[in-house]
């Protein structure tokens, strides 16, 4: 599998990445792809390697009998156990370590923040999706800077998909589309709501009109 075929499977749409530890992380899962996700992370930031391993496993699986990509937040060791790809932040291992221990058939996606810069040179590192934000305030990330709405336009100049995350909602989604996201990443907009399904859809809803995300 080539790079080609790793940007096959990023065809944009609604990135769901999960929060935390909770009973029904299984449940919540299936319930966001089933509401229409295109792409899954699995987002722990605990210590409890055993749990974590077990949990990735069987989101990685569910994944799998939807046909979305899995991807794992920050932890090279733990997507190379899963089979997933993984979400790189900045002060997290280079994407040429990370596709030394995922493989060529790995995606590698990568936090930019504001920076265009960053998504260029990363790029240049292979980076297969670059993600932008907070574009708005953040309850998973309070204390996150916020990103111009211009960035998404000039990142899609790049030619890699363009990932919008940080207060990302039904309500101004469209907007960031509309400057360039092909992806949109959300949080608690979906895992923190009491009908998980039912968010995502609404999320997915916003792509519809689109004639192409890519």
Do not use: W
């Amino acid at each position: 599998m080539n790079a080609f075929s790793r940007a096959a499977r990023l065809r944009g749409g609604v990135y769901a990445i999960t929060d935390g530890p909770r009973d029904d992380l299984f449940a919540a899962v299936e319930a966001a792809l089933a509401g229409g996700a295109s792409l899954l992370q699995y987002r722990d930031k605990t210590h409890d390697a055993a749990r974590r391993l077990a949990e990735a496993s069987e989101i990685a699986s569910i994944c799998a009998r939807y046909g979305v990509p899995f991807v794992v937040n920050d932890d090279v060791a733990l997507a190379r156990e899963t089979g997933g790809g993984v979400h790189l932040g900045h002060t997290d291992v280079s994407i040429a370590v990370a596709r030394a221990e995922l493989g060529p058939d790995a995606i590698i996606g990568v936090s930019c923040y504001g920076s265009v810069d960053r998504a260029r040179q990363l790029q240049a590192e292979g980076a297969d999706y670059i993600g932008f934000g907070a574009m708005y305030p953040s309850t998973t990330k309070p204390h996150a800077a916020i990103a111009p709405h211009d960035v998404l336009t000039q990142a899609k100049t790049l030619g890699l998909p363009v990932v919008a995350i940080g207060g990302v909602t039904p309500d101004n989604g469209r907007v960031l589309l509309e400057a360039g996201a092909d992806y949109l990443a959300v949080v608690s907009a979906i895992f923190a709501q009491p009908d998980i399904q039912t968010a995502t859809r609404r999320f997915a809803a916003l792509f519809e009109s689109r004639s192409g995300t890519l």
